[in-house]
């Protein structure tokens, strides 16, 4: 388990992290810093213990597997049109992940897309196809070599 901070931005979210450091001054591990505004948490430092859950003042850190790569990066439950007006890199509950995950691992609830762990493979697929970039831990596409290029023609 790690910690993961989704969210932040714009201070006009009202889902986005207020960047005081209640996080910060509670983690004994010094895994966490504020970034232009914003918690970061050291994933390679972080240790799991839950203080900065219990710690922030908005509830946006969660401890999620470590092995699981593919995070939502926002916690907006505002409209797609709130959202857009207030960030723009925010869950607009397009529902294109939800359509392209072949697991059934990523449900948009209240109009911010949630994933199922335990149904979850990393596959990245949600990641590659959101429009506004807020799933993250995609797998790079495949890269087609010159040389495989040229042995084709």
Known sequence: MASH?????AKSCSYGCLG?????????????????????????TCVACGN???ACPKHLIELLPINKKVKVQCNSKDTGKVVVSNCSNGCIACKICEKSCNFDAIKVIDNLAVIDYDKCKNCGVCANKCPKHVITGAKPAPVETVATAAASE
Not at 32 to 44: F, H, K, M
């Open 5 to 9: 901070l989704a969210g932040g931005g």
């Open 20 to 44: 005081l450091g209640s996080c910060v001054k509670a983690c004994p591990f010094n895994a966490i810093s504020i970034v232009d505004g914003i918690a970061v948490v050291d994933q390679e």
């Open 52 to 54: 900065c859950v219990s």
